[in-house]
């Protein structure tokens, strides 16, 4: 009975550090664009590489480095996606943000983070009037 407990043991041993090795064979996702440092004036498409094994992706983008700090647009927390792109159509604050990436299979298991990269927004450009050119409005007398 004790030799059956033992095998059990290893077995069960096994099956867990397989699993383990299965979720770390699946590689950290290649960040393509924007660049390490981007220096952008409104957010653009987040691309990465596609990770052989992957069933699906999660992207983080945060205000800190801590991923602890949401912002306008992305969900608190990694969001799950099957594509290798993503991008946000809200504005947000001129800063510094950070974002990263990580494969995951379809069992869940999750492959490493990406490299973390900066990303550097800065809209600083004043708006120039398209119309009236060279008239005064006075609103509401002289509309």
Known sequence: MRSLTAILAVAAVCLCTAGQAAARTL??????SPGNGANVESLPA?????????ASYQFEFS???DFSSAVQGFAEGPIPLTTTAITNDKSIPNGTYYWR???LTAKDKVGHWSRLRTLHKNWNQQPILLSPLGTTVNWPSQP
């Open 46 to 54: 987040f691309t990465w590489t596609g990770v052989a094994g992957a």
């Open 27 to 32: 590689r950290a996702p290649g960040l393509q």
């Open 63 to 65: 205000a800190d480095k």
């Open 101 to 103: 990436v990580r494969a």
